[in-house]
């Protein structure tokens, strides 16, 4: 049967559903009471447990929620926990259970984007969280790797700002010696939109040595784009070693890709052996300033300007570190370069005391460990080199160091408008140095070699000679006091003043007249001094000095090994002089503080005949001193040489 739809049905069905039916009344109530007391009594740390649990699952660590849980609904809603803690990786130690832990996590989140299975996340506030970054010893991971490779595509999840409140990272890796330990501290950005930086200020142990380091670096969140770089400004300080560096890393734990400027400055290159592993020799201090830039195990230093004591530096640094040793690789130039600050290379420390001032070589001995330690291909020049009082002009020197074996070639040095050409082997694979040094000097301009200007104006002339040394030792003094080989120097035509020759041969009347008169040129038909040298020791095998006025003829020792001079040289004048006192000049002493004196037991002798005898017969008292005549010019030293 058809029902009516009529309005007298339509009136019937309404008056039988409404007013409800007790039962539906009491029914009503319930719910709501219910709804009235699960309100009152709902507590959101029933979901602590599931929570935990998706974290688990999706990190493949421990997670634990020890405080309240506690969320605030809406178009964001907001996740607040207490007593945070993420387990570490299951290689760490009891002691380091824990990878990162927080007083408090403030999570907020965009509910509707999770309809599409996609998470938003706005904003991520930790107060005082500690997170502990440790480098796995058995490979190149750390702790922060999770074991969950990224999916292709847009990633699920995103968060948009991490605000860190007293924070602190730990970063550890035992391989490397290297403990960090940094307060963490976010910062206003300079948008609103932008994900605040953090402020750094720490420091620890790099490689076994102390540091402090401060400074800013962009948010934590860019950690997380392993291949993005990541931005930093930061300033380092190990002992007198002072870094700051601004850039960008790839990968920061890693630290394998990374391109900085860094200004570099301390007291000494050589304190930098423990903190990165080059065996620089000693220098004076040094402030350098460059590109810094690595790729995997290739390390570049370029384009730098400095100074190193009182030299400027400039030029370009490779460190290759893929083998056996550390190779280090330096194209150097100076526009200015003070000799003193090479004392380093010699064995000798900058603005340090002589710990031995008698002496002029340097005793400290090289450090053997050092020397094998990396390998090296360095080449340097100068344009200009400060070497009072030696007259030195430029430098161009290449160095090569493989296991151990140092070779100079060349060592070149530029001086008095002549050069030292010289190339040097140092063999510090065994116990004790092994040195080989060969050198030839040549076109070394007399003039140049004058203490002053008035004697130069009167030199004329260019030397030369040729030196060929073997020692062995672990330091210069020992090296020389060890040497065995041969050295020779000479000079061919040229002039001298007469009155350097004159008070070399102590005619006293001439140098008078020279000194109150004026002095001359004198012709010089050569010069020379040839010596053995045994064990440190150098003999002379012939030593003469010869000029149209005077020969001087010289023989004795001069010790490389205890640094004296025993040298006689007898002055024999061509001319007459009735003043002429012709005694053997006696150099002795040490190098530092060498003697010039006059046969005294001759010379006293002879005085002594002329005052007598001035005192009774004054004309034949000027017999004692005449010379008897000029002596024959030589062929180059001729007789009076031998």
Not at 144 to 162: A, K
Not at 486 to 513: F, H
Not at 523 to 548: H, K, N, Q, W, Y
Request: glycine content about 10%; proline content about 7%; hydrophobic content about 40%.
């Amino acid at each position: 049967m058809a029902l009516d739809p009529s309005p007298a049905n339509t009136s019937r069905a309404t008056r039988r559903w409404w007013p409800p039916s007790t039962r539906f009344q009491i029914a009503s109530a319930t719910l709501l009471a219910l709804a009235v007391v699960l309100i009152a009594i709902f507590d959101w740390n029933w979901f602590k447990r599931p929570v935990e649990w998706m974290v688990q699952s999706s990190t493949g660590r421990s997670f634990q929620i020890q405080g309240d849980l506690r969320v605030s609904l809406g178009n964001t809603t907001t996740v607040q926990a207490d007593g945070v803690r993420l387990g570490n990786a299951d290689w760490a130690t009891d002691e380091e259970a824990w990878m990162a832990q927080a007083s408090r996590v403030q999570v907020s989140i965009r509910p509707w984007p999770l309809l599409l299975g996609r998470v938003r996340i706005p904003d991520v506030r930790l107060s005082q969280p500690v997170v502990l970054l440790q480098a796995n010893p058995d490979d190149k991971g750390g702790n922060w790797d999770f074991g969950r490779r990224p999916r292709d595509g847009e990633p699920r999840w995103r968060l948009e700002r991490l605000w860190v409140d007293d924070g602190h990272l730990r970063f550890v890796d035992t391989a490397s010696r290297t403990d960090l330990q940094l307060g963490i501290a976010s910062r206003e950005p300079r948008r609103e939109d932008a994900a605040p930086p953090v402020g750094i200020d720490g420091g620890g142990t790099w490689r076994g040595s102390r540091f402090t380091l401060e400074g800013v670096a962009e948010s934590p969140l860019a950690l997380a784009q392993a291949d993005d770089p990541y931005r930093i400004s930061l300033r380092a300080s190990a002992g007198a070693t002072h870094a700051t560096a601004r850039g960008a890393l790839v990968n920061p734990f890693q630290f394998r890709h990374f391109d900085l400027q860094l200004a570099l400055r301390g007291q000494d290159l050589e304190d930098l052996y423990p903190l990165v592993g080059l065996a620089l020799p000693p220098t004076a201090a040094y402030n350098f300033d460059g590109r810094l830039r690595r790729a995997g195990d290739i390390w570049h230093y370029t384009g730098f300007e400095g100074t190193v004591g009182k030299s400027d530096l400039s030029g370009d640094v490779r460190v290759d570190v893929t083998g056996d040793r550390p190779h280090f690789h330096a194209r150097l130039h100076s526009d200015r370069l003070d000799f003193d600050d090479l004392s380093g290379f010699v064995g000798a420390a900058p603005d340090e005391p002589d710990p031995a001032p008698d002496r002029l070589f340097p005793q400290t001995p090289y450090e053997l460990a050092k020397l094998r330690a990396m390998d090296a291909d360095v080449a340097w020049k100068a344009a200009r080199v400060d070497a009072p009082p030696l007259p030195m002009d430029d430098m161009d020197a290449h160095l090569l160091l493989e296991g151990g074996l140092l070779r100079l070639e060349p060592l070149n040095l530029g001086i008095a408008g002549g050069e030292i050409r010289s190339t040097i082997r140092m063999d510090a694979r065994s116990e004790r140095i092994d040195t080989t040094a060969v050198a030839s000097v040549r076109g070394i301009e007399l003039a140049r070699l004058m203490p002053n200007a008035n004697l130069a104006e009167q030199a004329v002339g260019r030397i030369g000679g040729q030196i060929d040394l073997r020692g062995n030792g672990n330091s210069i003094a020992a090296i020389l006091g060890s040497a065995n080989g041969d050295v020779a120097i000479g000079m061919g035509p040229g002039k001298i003043s007469n009155l350097v020759m004159e008070l070399a041969g102590l005619d006293i009347a001439e140098a008078l007249r020279f000194l109150l008169t004026g002095d001359r040129q004198v012709p010089i038909r050569c010069a020379f001094a040839d010596f053995d040298v045994v064990d440190g020791v150098m003999t002379t095998e012939s030593l003469a000095f010869d000029t149209t006025d005077t020969i001087l003829i010289g023989e004795g020792d001069i010790s490389l090994r205890d640094e004296t001079l025993d040298l006689l040289l007898r002055p024999r004048p061509k001319d007459r002089s009735i003043l002429a006192l012709r005694s053997p000049l006696r150099i002795s002493g040490s190098f530092v503080s060498p003697s010039f004196r006059p046969d005294l037991a001759a010379l006293g002798l002879r005085g002594a005949v002329a005052l007598t005898l001035a005192s009774i017969a004054p004309p034949a008292g000027l017999l004692a001193t005449i010379e008897p005549g000029p002596g024959e010019d030589s062929d180059c030293g001729g007789e009076y040489a031998r």
